[in-house]
């Protein structure tokens, strides 16, 4: 079983930064595809980025294209995803997945974080 553990989120200002991490044990970090999803009161949980096994590739959704940066390391089993000029839309529970395929789909995401709260204020 594959364990997944978010830290990072917090209370800052809109137009600041952040740096979420998600540590991996009990399995292969690099047989997996990690995303990080998120998700706000009263809406579903939506994708935000994703990466594929080795780093080489990235996707974000188009709320976050240009602001954040999603990354991994492998020899340290670490997802991060680097959040900058934040706005009070981007307030939400953030969640990291792994898959053992390269998707946008949460349904297709085997093992998820419990989750860490990001909060942006105005």
């Known amino acids: 079983q594959v364990r997944l553990v978010e830290s990072g989120g917090e209370l800052v200002q809109a137009g600041g930064s952040l740096r979420l991490s998600c540590a991996a044990s009990g399995g292969a970090f690099s047989d997996y595809v990690m995303g990080w999803f998120r998700q706000a009161p009263g809406k579903e949980r939506e994708f935000v980025a994703v990466i594929t096994w080795s780093g080489s590739s990235t996707d974000y959704a188009d709320s976050v294209v240009g602001r954040f940066t999603i990354s991994r390391d492998n020899a340290k089993s670490t997802l991060y995803l680097q959040m900058d000029s934040l706005k009070p839309e981007d307030t939400a529970v953030y969640y990291c997945?792994?898959?053992?395929?390269?998707?946008?789909?949460?349904?297709?995401?085997?093992?998820w974080g419990q989750g860490t709260q990001v909060t942006v204020s105005s």
């Open positions: 997945a792994a898959s053992p395929m390269l998707t946008h789909y949460s349904r297709q995401y085997a093992f």
